[in-house]
């Protein structure tokens, strides 16, 4: 993919990105909406990433946990390890991780699949008869993956956790409950909230993304593939954007 | 019919006059007129890229003409606003070049698609008898539960014609019938083209490069060179021209 090379490419994508934004806006707002799509696409997009987000999220819990261990060994806090794991897992590394994993999945599929609807000439089909196609296709999508995400994050979060547990298990021994009794005893609001509201963010930047470059593909079977791969690259960079924007806010808001 | 109103039937269906678009600054139609008269077929020649497309893009409002006006239907399309272009949308069927069939969909799904917006309060049954109506009609009523990429290219242009057919249109609007289709089928679509302008009464623009079929279809036809009506008339009378531009087409 060829990112904007000069400042001018740049703000022009940046200025018709945000005309496709305050079109979303508008339409969200419009009172006829398309739910049995959103549902339908809702239901999609959990099957088609809920088992790479399960199986990245276990090998995350188990690998962190194995990883963790000698270096708290040395400080003779190895009974810390499921406080430990567990806040980096909650806060940082499973919405992270399972976004992109998602990004990854989703927001490549969007592209491509708007992106051939658009060079086949089915996005003005619908316009022509008289369904607007940016709510059959575009607001459903985006609020699929903006609801779906944070779903997909707990989930992922929980597998990463029984990893985790089962990391602990290989050398040491703990039981489920007590596990997750130590887990929970430290975690608070101020950690799982923020964390769940960036990947909300997250959420929607995979898919607006994947929207726009797709609702936008050149004409071509090239031209699809790019708006995949440029989905893919530029929500993948906007997670990280997203991420460091939210933890300098919860840091102001001293929510830490 | 008495006199006095025969002057109804005889207003061009579609009225496009000086019509202006361009992109940037590559202009693509300038000043372009033309009129499509009631029960009518007539055909746009063209070289690819001298902005056919375009031409019948702008009539749907899938583009925003520049300047000049369209009159469908004896309805200023400049002057419509959203509800009043689809219910102008209604009334034109548009063929397009790719078929855009919806390839998530079932046929059966692509013909339900028009119907959902247009015919909202009608029954099951209703639907029903008008999506086997028009898939019969172009000779598919077996492949109602298939998908799109399950049918040979012919096929697909069928179906796609069977969409644009479910809401019974007044205007059709062909993009490139034939191309890409290898000459048989492209003979039985053009032919289906004429039965359809029979059983439907439709008035029709046909976009084509393809003389079998401008021959097999046209009542008139007209030259689009440098975005502007070259030339208008019948086949026969285009065939015959000494100019080179008109002859290329022909040969
Ligand atoms: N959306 C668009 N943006 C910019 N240029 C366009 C657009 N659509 C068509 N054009 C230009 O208009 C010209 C005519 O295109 P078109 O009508 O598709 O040709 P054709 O006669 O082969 O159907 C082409 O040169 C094309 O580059
Ligand atoms: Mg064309």
């Known amino acids: 993919m060829k990112l904007p090379v000069n400042l001018s490419d740049f703000l022009r994508e940046a200025g018709s990105l945000s005309l496709f934004v305050s079109r979303f806006v508008t339409e969200l707002f419009h009172p006829r909406q398309e739910w049995r799509q959103f549902v339908r696409q809702c239901f999609v997009i959990g099957v088609q990433s809920f088992a790479l987000i399960g199986i990245t999220g276990f090998i995350m819990g188990l690998v962190l946990t194995m990883q963790l261990r000698p270096s708290l060994m040395s400080y003779g806090v190895e009974a810390q390890l499921p406080v430990m794991v567990g806040l980096a897992i909650v806060r940082e590394i499973g919405p992270v991780i399972t976004a992109l994993i998602f990004a990854g999945k989703i927001s490549s599929g969007i592209g491509a699949e708007l992106g051939s609807m658009k060079v086949t000439e089915q996005i003005d089909a619908m316009e022509v008869s008289g369904t607007n196609p940016f709510r059959y296709l575009v607001v459903t999508r985006v609020l699929a993956t903006t609801v779906m995400l944070p779903i997909l994050t707990v989930l992922s979060d929980a597998i990463s956790l029984y990893g985790s547990y089962l990391g602990v298990n290989i050398k040491g021994h703990t039981s489920l409950t007590l596990f997750f009794f130590q887990v929970f005893q430290t975690l608070t609001y101020s950690d799982v909230l923020p964390a769940m509201i960036k990947t909300l963010f997250f959420g929607f930047a995979i898919g607006i993304i994947g929207c726009y470059k797709g609702y936008n593909s050149q004409k071509g079977t090239e031209g699809v593939g790019k708006s995949a791969n440029a989905a893919v690259v530029i929500s993948s960079l906007l997670i990280f954007i997203i991420d460091l924007i939210t933890v300098q806010i919860t840091d102001l808001l001293g929510l830490n | ?251």
């Open chain 2, 1 to 251: 019919m008495d006199n006095n109103t025969s002057h109804i039937p005889t207003d061009p269906v579609i009225r496009i006059s000086h019509l202006h678009k361009q992109f940037g600054s590559r202009v693509v139609l300038n000043d372009f007129s033309l009129d499509l008269r009631r029960g009518e077929s007539m055909v746009v020649l063209g070289r690819s890229g001298s902005g056919k497309s375009v031409l019948i893009k702008c009539l749907i409002g899938l583009y925003m003409p520049d300047g000049g006006s369209i009159t469908i239907l004896g309805k200023d399309t400049s002057q419509l606003d959203h509800e009043g272009l689809d219910v102008m949308r209604a009334h034109v069927g548009f063929l397009f070049q790719s078929n855009a069939l919806y390839d998530s969909m079932t046929v059966r799904e692509n013909l339900e698609f028009p119907m959902r917006h247009h015919l909202k309060n009608i029954s099951k049954e209703e639907a029903n008898k008008r999506v086997m109506e028009a898939l019969t009609n172009v000779g598919l009523a077996h492949t109602v539960d298939m998908m799109p990429s399950e049918l040979s290219g012919g096929m697909q242009k069928r179906v796609a014609l069977a969409r644009t057919l479910i809401l019974n249109p007044e205007i059709m609007l062909y993009d490139e019938p034939t191309t890409g289709l290898d000459p048989v089928t492209g003979k039985e679509i053009s032919t289906l083209m004429t039965e359809i302008q029979r059983i439907y009464n439709t008035s029709s623009i046909i976009i084509s490069h393809d003389m079998k079929c401008v021959e097999r279809t046209a009542d008139r036809i007209a030259v689009l060179i440098d975005g502007n009506c070259y030339a208008l008339g019948t086949f026969d009378e285009l065939q015959q021209s000494n100019d080179q531009n008109i002859k290329q087409f022909f040969e």
